[in-house]
């Protein structure tokens, strides 16, 4: 009588399978997993920057601070965890971590366990709500994602210029500031070349707190002449960025996540991703 097959267990799923699966979901807003792992991490991160505005009350804390804290270790953990498999499921973790999403990632948990340390400094947890920014990949908004780098390259492109202009400013600054040094001196309160630029800063800028005001006529003359030069100068930067926004051109682009390196922004119909060659 022959004898009947032993039944094979079944094949236990590798470290990439995993790391595949887990990438899908955390990285991906395409599937429904993804989405629905998405969501549910924004109504969480929601929930705990509530948490931490309404631990600021001091009636609130008063009569729920306990609970507060133990909701605000719970988040931690939480996004703690969700940050270790962030990085377990990338290639190059390392870039993951230095990427923006890496460090906002990281910075939202940071003040609780810094809160041992510094009291006070959980307040800082409500960084985590930058990282409401993923929802415009789960939402699937890929045009809001498309005009954000269309701005982030007419910003780069017009660095180069803006420096420019931000060294003609401060020697602006240091000039100005030098006059209504030696116009009005420590008798109006100008007692050094800081407190003097400090001021001309100010007045430049046409902000004007008030602390520091010239007694001369000739100092208070050049007080004017900066304000009136602050007005004709500030459109100067967004003329700038304005030019280059109107010269560049716009590309469409995908919510597709590199898995090596974590890169977004690629062309719809890109195989490979553009920053390390892996494919997509």
């Known amino acids: 009588m022959p004898l009947k097959p032993r039944p094979q267990p079944p094949p236990r799923p590798d470290a990439a399978g995993i790391r595949h699966r887990l990438h899908t979901i955390i990285f991906e807003a395409d599937t429904f997993a993804g989405r629905l792992f998405d969501l549910a991490l924004i109504g969480c991160i929601l929930a705990s920057v509530l948490v931490v505005m309404l631990d600021s009350v001091p009636s609130m804390q008063l009569r729920h601070g306990r609970l507060f804290l133990v909701l605000e270790w719970a988040f931690t953990l939480?996004?703690?965890?969700?940050?270790?498999?962030?990085?377990?499921?990338?290639?190059?973790?390392?870039?993951?971590?230095?990427?923006?999403?890496?460090?906002?990632?990281l910075l939202s948990i940071v003040p609780t366990y810094l809160s041992?340390?510094?009291?006070?400094?959980?307040?800082?947890?409500?960084?985590?709500?930058?990282?409401?920014?993923?929802?415009?990949?789960?939402?699937?908004?890929?045009?809001?994602?498309?005009?954000?780098?269309?701005?982030?390259?007419?910003?780069r492109a017009s660095g180069k210029k803006i420096t420019v202009f931000l060294f003609a400013i401060g020697s602006l600054v240091i000039i100005f500031g030098s006059l209504i040094y030696l116009i009005e001196g420590e008798k109006a309160g100008f007692g050094n070349l800081f407190e003097a630029c400090y001021y001309a800063i100010v007045t430049l800028s046409t902000v004007g707190y008030g602390d520091l005001t010239p007694q001369t006529p000739l100092g208070k003359a050049i007080s004017a002449l900066i304000m009136i030069l602050g007005y004709s100068i500030i459109a100067v930067p967004t003329g700038i960025v304005s030019v280059e926004l109107a010269q560049a051109r716009k590309l469409?682009?995908?919510?597709?996540?590199?898995?090596?390196?974590?890169?977004?922004?690629?062309d719809p119909d890109a195989a490979f991703c553009k920053y390390c060659g892996s494919r997509l």
């Open 78 to 105: 939480m996004f703690t965890l969700e940050y270790l498999l962030r990085l377990f499921c990338i290639g190059r973790p390392l870039r993951y971590a230095l990427s923006f999403y890496g460090v906002v990632d």
């Open 252 to 266: 469409k682009i995908s919510t597709q996540v590199c898995p090596d390196c974590s890169a977004e922004g690629h």
């Open 116 to 155: 041992l340390l510094l009291p006070g400094s959980q307040y800082l947890l409500t960084i985590r709500v930058l990282r409401i920014l993923r929802i415009f990949r789960v939402m699937k908004l890929v045009q809001y994602v498309g005009e954000a780098e269309h701005l982030v390259r007419a910003l």
